[in-house]
């Protein structure tokens, strides 16, 4: 059964005259890596706005494991544009949050899931100090602890990665690809960088059109552990070009 579905989704900002999203159908299948890829302002965020809840569609289902998202609660990890950290709390307060809002476990209990989710993404020992001393990648993997801490198994990130220097986020993706495999959920991950849609993905959803009727499939063909020395393969060279190629049609210049 699809973890995700989206059955004739339409849906309108106020103040617009159009459907941004206009009966969008797709649906995701348990334990895959998708990047969603398209311009900017062409609705990618909109999605995961309406996937989490945050938004309501103005027609059509979403659907987790077979039952409509409304009514339900804490079916999907969300991590926004930006790393969303509080600056007034601790790491370890920060990650706290989807527990005290799930009210999830005694004290004790929160503190020992928070120590073994900040071992889990190498930030042992960080847990008193303020986001504001840990540098880009460290309050990204931060993020991502907290994130998983919710318990979901489908995660939305969206451009996780993207205020990262380059050599950061490389290691940052090799990092996530890591505990994909390890903690077996399914992502989807929108990002701008096309090269790292390729590396991550199983398949890439491009939009390729707005208003976003359909996210069009694009296979990785490569299989998993993968090194960044397969990104020079012809074949995925050319795949490379080819995503360009379809974002580079849609924006008029
Ligand atoms: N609260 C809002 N009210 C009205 N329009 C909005 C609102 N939020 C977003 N929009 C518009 O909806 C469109 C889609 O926004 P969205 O944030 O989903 O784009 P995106 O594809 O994530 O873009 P980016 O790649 O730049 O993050 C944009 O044109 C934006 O201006
Ligand atoms: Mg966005």
Redesign the pocket.
Known sequence: MSILRFDQVSFQ?P??DFD?IDRLSFSVEPGSFHCII?I???????IFRMTNGLLQPKSGTISVLGKPVSGQKHYCGYMP?KDMLFPWRTIGENLALPLEIQRRGTKAERLGLIDAALADVGLAGCRDKRPDELSGGMRQRAAFARTMLAGSDLLLLDEPFSALDFLTRISMQEWLLDQWQRHKKTILFIT?DVEEAVFLSSSVLVVDKTPIHTLREIPVPMDYPRTRQDLTRPEIVALREQLVDMLRKQVTV
């Open positions: 900002y103040g617009e941004i398209g900017s302002g062409c609705g990618k965020s909109t544009q701008h």
